[in-house]
């Protein structure tokens, strides 16, 4: 499995903002679909956001729509989560990953093909 770094995680009020970055090391990003994932304590791991391998579309929860937007800068090796309008509900540790499709705002990924960042922990909170 290929090494993500994740950074940009913090607190901050209701309706603030935050970007997450996830950084690859030792292979190449846009070889791969990309995604995060968010998970709160005892529950599992939700899929927040997607990009398809070789592809420009982009896929979002229902929870994160119009707030969240996931991009990727391959010459950076680089992908991001800018998070806007924030919510105490957005609250969690959030995830990035290398996987091999999406299946919406789920990012799947076959034996041997996915990644986990380390993961960071966003708390929205007044």
């Known amino acids: 499995q290929a090494p993500l770094v994740e950074s940009g995680g913090g607190l901050v009020q209701p309706g603030g903002s935050l970007r997450l970055s996830c950084t690859a090391s030792?292979?190449?990003?846009?070889?791969?679909?990309v995604g995060w994932f968010s998970q709160a304590p005892g529950k599992e791991r939700e899929g927040v956001s997607c990009i398809p391998r070789h592809d420009t579309s982009t896929f979002y929860a229902d929870s994160v729509k119009g707030r969240f937007t996931i991009s990727r800068d391959n010459a950076k090796n680089t992908m991001y989560l800018q998070m806007n309008s924030l919510k105490p509900e957005d609250t969690a540790v959030y995830y990035c990953?290398?996987?091999?499709?999406?299946?919406?705002?789920?990012?799947?990924?076959?034996?041997?093909?996915?990644?986990w960042g380390q993961g960071t922990q966003v708390t929205v909170s007044s």
């Open positions: 990953a290398t996987g091999t499709f999406c299946i919406g705002s789920m990012l799947v990924a076959g034996v041997n093909e996915g990644s």
């Open positions: 030792g292979f190449t990003l846009d070889y791969y679909a």
